[in-house]
C-alpha cells in the first residue's frame, strides 16, 4: 500500500490500522518514498521492565561518600 503525506496525516488511523492487519505502508512526498510504516510482531518489541526497578548498583569509584552539607558547601564555593 502507498499513501502521500498529506493522506497519512489525514488517515493516519486507517494507516496505522492496515498496518496492524499485516500490510506494509510507504508514505510519499512529492512522489518520493520518504517512510515506511510496518506491521510489529510481539518479537519485535524488546522486553521492558513493568515493575520498578528496585535499587540500582553503582560501580565503587573509590570517591569519597558525601553528606548533603559536604556537597551543598561545594556548591556555593563553585558559584552555583
Avoid: C, Y
Avoid at 502521500?4 to 489525514?10: D, G, K, L, S
Avoid at 494507516?15 to 510482531?41: H, M, Y
Avoid at 540500582?56 to 564555593?77: M, W
Amino acid at each position: 500500500m502507498e499513501t502521500t503525506a498529506r493522506e497519512f496525516n489525514q488517515k493516519s488511523s486507517q494507516v496505522l490500522a492496515a498496518a496492524a492487519r499485516g500490510e506494509t505502508v510507504t508514505v510519499t512526498k512529492n512522489g518520493v518514498a520518504v517512510a515506511r510504516v510496518v506491521p510489529i510482531s510481539e518479537d519485535d518489541i524488546p522486553p521492558h521492565p513493568t515493575d520498578p526497578m528496585g535499587e540500582i548498583d553503582l560501580p565503587d569509584l573509590g570517591l569519597p561518600d558525601l553528606t548533603d552539607d559536604e556537597i551543598e558547601e561545594t556548591h556555593k564555593r563553585m558559584g552555583t
